[in-house]
């Protein structure tokens, strides 16, 4: 039985607010959470979902040491170590390295290591087009970093590299919502407030290997939506609702 309709054990990314959310959010008692810290567990435990640790998102929860202190800090680590079940993602140039000379996207155990412990066809063809071309652009330019040459004609198509596709459908989709659909001043602080900054993009590429994807984040949300990748969605209040509601007879 599938934990998220249509999806035969996905991979799941969740942002470190949602790591954090686990164990304090408003709307949800402590006893809310500490059953979803187990059901998570569970389910990753058996192989129903499966979430992956990235680095950036790492780098974020160590605010919680100087936040909370060390012993609040080792309680969520151990949680976001046991719950990704030693599955961990290549960063991404090391991913873009792979896509550019397998010219494919990459299989789970060559994205993953291992550790101890309703748009229009015509409008999404236009969009299709853009982040086309600005994938391009970016392969060329690493490809040339990395002294990898390929004849004309024998370039992987950028759909097949979802580092490069998701990267690019991010910044565009940012730039859409940002100066295009709230139509924010370029340089004014509701713009600033509103721009999803560089972290919230590396993310975004490394759940180009993700079946779904938690956050909080508003503007975050908005863009990643917006991105037309394919990739479910879902804010950290919607992730922590479904689990909870799940019976057994959902997950046999």
């Known amino acids: 039985m599938f934990v998220f309709r249509g999806l035969a ?5 969740l942002d470190a607010n949602a790591v954090r959310y686990c164990f304090k959010r408003e709307g949800f008692a402590e006893a809310q959470l500490a059953e979803l810290r187990r059901r998570l567990l569970d389910l990753s435990r058996r192989d129903l979902i499966r979430p992956f640790v990235t680095t950036p998102v790492g780098w974020e929860l160590s605010a919680v040491y100087g936040e909370q202190g060390g012993a609040q ?7 976001y170590l046991r719950l990704s079940a030693g599955r961990a993602i290549k960063n ?5 390295k792979l896509e550019l000379t397998l010219r494919r996207k990459l299989k789970q155990k060559e994205v993953f290591v291992g550790y101890d412990f309703d748009v229009t066809r015509d409008s999404k063809e236009r969009w299709t087009a853009v982040v086309r071309d600005f994938a391009k652009r970016e392969m060329r330019e690493d490809a040339a970093a ?5 004849r004309p004609g024998s370039w992987p198509g950028p ?13 565009f989709a940012k730039i859409l919502f940002v100066f295009v659909e709230t139509e924010k001043e370029l340089t004014s602080k509701n713009s600033l407030k509103a721009m999803p900054d560089m972290m919230d993009a590396t993310h975004f590429r490394d759940a180009a290997y993700a079946d779904v994807f938690v956050t909080q984040d508003e503007n975050f949300h908005a863009v990643a939506v917006r991105a037309r990748t394919g990739l479910r969605i879902m804010s950290f209040d919607e992730f922590a609702t479904h689990i909870l509601t799940l019976t057994a007879t959902d997950v046999e």
Do not use: A, C, N
């Open 146 to 150: 990395i002294g990898l040459r390929m």
């Open 159 to 171: 759909d097949y590299l979802p580092t490069f596709w998701f990267g690019e459908s991010f910044y």
């Open 92 to 96: 991404d140039w090391d991913r873009k």
């Open 73 to 79: 800090y080792l309680t969520l680590i151990e949680f």
């Open 9 to 13: 054990r996905p991979t799941v990314l």
